[in-house]
């Protein structure tokens, strides 16, 4: 009995114990399945801290290439954008305000790439003065066209008497100049690395083409020796293309040159803009184009109103410039044949026979002027509003400008472009290009000065043949037709020095009416 109840006792312990140790076990399990679960939920976690920080960090990245994008594609507009063209004045900025100023024009559009098989690479150097060079280049850039070449960006004289050490884009906005006629050539800054090398190992042809010469000239004898040559270098530009006979295309891309693709840098336009607007502020401009220089004087051989020591000394000068051919001139026959500029004492007596108001603001577009006060006093005692430059500019404003003249004539050329009346003593080269550029401007007064006739008539009047009423009334009548209106150029064949210069009236750009043609 007791052993039966020892037996039953012990049996109802190792029941109760079994069901203890099941309890156990299920909890051990239980917890084992909580600490997996909680394992899977620390794991998942960590994924997903590793899955958002890979997400930011793409998210990142590409937000940092969208702004770059975006940086560098605005930086091209700005290129693109370039300094507006010199028109609707007054619009001169201060530094200040153009900071904040964002352009009033929209985007330029460029043109689309004109695709053509290359024949080769033309090299030229420019010689003369700036606007000697100007059409030069307007010359060459049809040209290169013509014969579907890749023309260099044009190299401009630093060995002439003016001794300008200025680059092309020290004068000119050259990727304006390159973006702007992409449609009609191409044109490279510089030869490409391996023509490059073979150019400054000597591996190059150059020549001088021949003055006034047709465009078939240089499709007959120039396009075979780049063909054969790969490149050529013109070393002279000087009136190289004839002004008349040419197609009608490449007259008007010489046009287009000239007034649209050789825009000045931002600096020098902006500088004109202040000149202008100083102008404006005190009235009517008229520019004067007084080429009474000495190296103009030298050249000419003109020496009407020089001193014994003046005369030496610009006959001196002439001889040391082995390139100024002619050494040997007889002033007084060259003048009375009209080929002299117009002393500053008979630029003012014509200028009070042309009537023009003795209070007008003059702006003497010139260098420094051969005799100083001596030869500008007549000038200047019936014109005191005598203004330059560098009576309007604060030093510091043209110390970047200094012997640079070919930088200096650029802002000469800006203001005798807006100025309400032009005026040149002589009809060089800077004379006859604004002549032209004030004609496409809408035909804007510019007096065209016969000096033939003029110094004819200022010797009778100094000798008492004339009173003052018969000479002024004589000079009017002379000019009358000379103030710079529709008419067509004078062609002589065979003598293209003494006929019009293309540049001086480019009538096939000027879109002419018959009844505007008919009255010149």
């Not at 690479?121 to 040209?143: E, K, T």
């Amino acid at each position: 009995m007791k052993e039966a109840l020892l037996g039953g006792g012990e049996k109802s312990e190792r029941k109760r114990g079994r069901v203890v140790w099941e309890r156990l076990m299920m909890m051990g399990l239980k917890g084992e399945s909580n600490n997996n679960n909680n394992n899977n939920k620390l794991k998942n976690s960590v994924v997903s801290v590793r899955s958002s920080r890979m997400k930011l960090w793409m998210i990142r990245a590409t937000t940092s290439v969208l702004l770059w994008t975006c940086v560098v594609q605005l930086t091209a507009l700005g290129d693109m954008w370039g300094p507006r063209v010199l028109k609707g004045w007054p619009s001169c900025f201060t530094h200040e305000s153009a900071l904040i100023e964002l352009p009033s024009a929209p985007p330029r559009v460029l043109p689309p790439k004109r695709v053509y098989k290359n024949n080769g690479y033309l090299m030229v150097s420019c010689n003369g003065g700036l606007n000697q060079m100007r059409a030069a280049i307007c010359d060459m850039v049809a040209i290169a066209r013509y014969l579907n070449v890749t023309l260099i960006v044009p190299e401009l004289d630093k060995a002439s008497f003016w001794a300008d050490p200025s680059e092309f884009q020290d004068i000119f906005d050259v990727d304006h100049f390159i973006t702007s006629l992409r449609d009609e050539v191409r044109i490279l800054k510089e030869l490409p690395p391996r023509l490059k090398t073979r150019v400054e190992n000597g591996l190059l042809y150059s020549m001088p083409p021949i003055s006034w010469s047709d465009i078939s000239y240089y499709k007959n004898q120039i396009l075979p020796l780049i063909q054969k040559y790969k490149v050529v270098h013109l070393n002279r530009t000087d009136a190289r293309l004839a002004n008349n006979g040419q197609p009608l295309d490449i007259q008007r891309l010489r046009c287009r040159v000239n007034f649209s693709a050789l825009r000045f840098t931002s600096q020098i336009e902006e500088l004109g803009r202040r000149v202008i607007k100083l102008l404006r502020q005190n009235g009517p401009v008229l520019v004067l184009h007084l080429r009474y220089e000495m190296d103009m004087l030298a050249f000419s051989g003109c020496t009407q109103g020089c001193n014994g020591d003046e005369v030496d000394e610009l006959t001196r000068m002439r001889y040391a410039y082995p390139w100024w051919k002619e050494k040997i001139i007889n002033s007084d026959l060259k003048r009375k044949d009209g080929l002299c500029p117009l002393t500053p004492e008979e630029t003012a007596l014509t200028l009070r026979a042309l009537d023009i108001d003795q209070n007008i603001q003059i702006y003497i577009a010139a260098g420094e002027i051969y005799g100083g006060d001596r030869r500008m006093a007549s000038l200047a005692k019936n014109y005191p509003k005598l203004v330059r430059k560098e009576t309007l500019l604060e030093p510091s404003d043209l110390q970047f400008f200094q012997n640079h003249s070919s930088q200096m004539a650029a802002l000469d050329y800006l203001v005798s472009l807006e100025s309400d009346i032009f005026v040149p003593t002589y009809d060089g080269n800077m004379a006859k290009v604004v002549e032209g550029h004030r004609r496409y401007l809408g035909f804007k007064k510019t007096i065209l000065l016969n000096r033939k006739l003029l110094v004819d008539l200022i010797d009778q009047y100094n000798s008492g043949v004339l009173n003052w009423d018969e000479f002024s009334s004589a000079v009017k009548e002379a000019h009358a037709d000379r103030m710079g209106s529709a008419a067509k150029r004078l062609v002589i064949p065979d003598r293209p020095k003494e006929e019009d210069y293309f540049y001086a009236n480019p009538e096939e750009c000027l879109e002419l009416s018959d009844d505007m043609l008919s009255s010149t």
